[in-house]
């Protein structure tokens, strides 16, 4: 199983907002086709902010990761965000997720992204255990907080 990284372009908005519906409706994030397009669609056409990557063969991916930029202080330069990584049911469990996050922070930290960050629920420890064995810690003095604008 191939798990090569494939920078999404405008072409694979469809491909990839069908991979984050699944995603989504797994995780009961509620969301209209529509409003994952207007997500995506900056995204795949470059805009700075952030990247979209398909995970496995181009024309049928297997899964995505999405990173967002911003600037850290205390990193030391900029940084990422995994905003969303997911791989079809059918796929898990074969070390594919463990592959791309052991290799999207090399090919990052080559780009000049300084820190790498995400965030997972208290309750999955099975994800939990990936993203330690992929060499994430948890922040014991912080958590995250969100606003909705």
């Known amino acids: 199983m191939s798990t090569a990284?494939?920078?999404?372009?405008?072409?694979?908005?469809?491909?990839?907002?069908?991979?984050?519906?699944a995603f989504h409706s797994e995780q009961g994030i509620e969301q209209t086709d529509t409003a994952r397009r207007t997500g995506l669609t900056p995204l795949l056409e470059g805009i700075p902010h952030g990247v979209a990557y398909l995970i496995g063969p181009a024309r049928?991916?297997?899964?995505?990761?999405?990173?967002?930029?911003?600037w850290s202080v205390e990193f030391g330069g900029l940084d990422g965000f995994i905003d969303e990584i997911y791989l079809r049911r059918a796929v898990r469990?074969?070390?594919?997720?463990?592959?791309?996050?052991?290799?999207?922070?090399?090919?990052?930290?080559?780009?000049?992204v300084r820190g790498l960050h995400l965030?997972?629920?208290r309750t999955n420890e099975t994800a939990q255990r990936l993203y330690a064995r992929a060499?994430?810690?948890?922040?014991?003095?912080?958590?995250?907080?969100?606003?909705?604008?």
């Open 119 to 121: 965030e997972v629920d």
């Open 5 to 21: 990284l494939h920078l999404a372009k405008p072409d694979d908005l469809d491909r990839l907002t069908a991979l984050v519906a």
């Open 93 to 112: 469990g074969r070390g594919i997720a463990s592959e791309v996050l052991m290799s999207l922070p090399k090919a990052l930290s080559q780009a000049g």
């Open 135 to 149: 060499g994430f810690t948890a922040r014991d003095r912080y958590m995250l907080m969100s606003k909705r604008l």
């Open 60 to 70: 049928a991916p297997i899964g995505y990761v999405i990173v967002t930029f911003g």
